[in-house]
């Protein structure tokens, strides 16, 4: 692979925690950056160790629940600036670099000022906290497809759609919709979803402070779930949740303090 220097915008995947989950192409033009601006869900070794130390690293997440939060018209405009200086430019986002991004909005700022790019995948936080908490999302005889779902716009959500995931055998997997856990469940059972089919919440999956927790909908309709953390937050549903605990293979341990809050506070250490 030729890195190219001269004003150019990589747009990559990071993974979803792990820093060995990360491409190797992506590593790569980790290494070869001049400006790197990265997400809050990416792990900070990746940053601490990787990145050239004279690379300027500007971090642009969002955690609305804190407050923190970078406009994308500011992350456009810095995409843009530093392009147009002839830097080599690493938008790093966690996960996919475009499932569930806002990927097309730097796309069109990118091509609206003929500056070139390239787009890197990355694994998705559903595939790694799949793997890392032993739940196959299309397990032979549990589920032949997958479905990737947020409830950002609870209100938008037709009656026919609730009957349609209370009644489908595919897996449903929920991004950004931690804050929701409570309204869909009982949405769900509202919808005659059956007590076979089972929730999996997974914390900040693929990093040290994983947390998995499952039920079937049979407990949900007699049990409250308990309190959880707002943590980056992941929910499966389906019956392949009923895996986890046939092949579970990372040793949990709990902990109450924040994975991407402690990389916020490196970042902000290292500039």
């Not at 220097?5 to 925690?17: F, H, M, N, S």
């Not at 299309?138 to 589920?143: D, N």
């Not at 929910?235 to 402690?262: C, M, P, R």
Request: hydrophobic fraction near 40%; aromatic fraction near 8%.
């Amino acid at each position: 692979m030729i890195l190219e220097k001269k004003g150019k915008v990589i747009l990559a995947g990071a993974g979803p925690g792990d820093p060995e989950l990360i491409s190797v192409k992506a590593l790569k033009y980790l290494h070869a950056a001049d400006v790197i601006l990265t997400d809050r869900l990416v792990s900070p070794e990746l940053i601490q160790d990787h990145a050239r130390k004279d690379a300027l690293i500007i971090y642009v997440g969002k955690q609305c629940s804190k407050g923190i939060h970078t406009p994308q018209k500011e992350i456009n405009h810095l995409l843009v600036k530093y392009a147009k200086q002839e830097k080599l430019v690493l938008r790093l986002k966690g996960g996919d670099a475009s499932l569930f991004s806002n990927v097309l909005d730097e796309l069109d700022i990118l091509v609206a000022h003929n500056i070139p790019y390239e787009i890197i995948p990355g694994i998705s936080a559903a595939f790694g906290a799949a793997a890392y908490s032993a739940i196959p999302l299309t397990a032979r005889e549990y589920s032949r497809a997958v479905r990737f779902l947020t409830l950002f716009d609870l209100d938008s959500i037709t009656i026919e759609q609730w009957k349609d995931w209370a009644k489908t055998e595919d897996t449903l997997v929920f991004y950004m919709s931690g804050k929701k856990l409570n309204q869909l469940t009982n949405y769900l059972i509202s919808h005659q979803i059956e007590d076979s089919k089972g929730l999996a919440i997974i914390q900040q999956a693929t990093t040290p402070y994983q947390q998995t927790q499952t039920f079937s909908f049979g407990e949900l309709k007699t049990n409250k779930l308990p309190e959880f953390e707002y943590v980056p937050t992941l929910i499966i549903i389906g019956k392949v949740v009923h895996l986890h605990k046939s092949f579970a293979w990372i040793q949990e341990i709990t902990k109450t303090e924040s994975y991407f809050d402690n990389h916020i506070t490196t970042l902000q250490h290292a500039n």
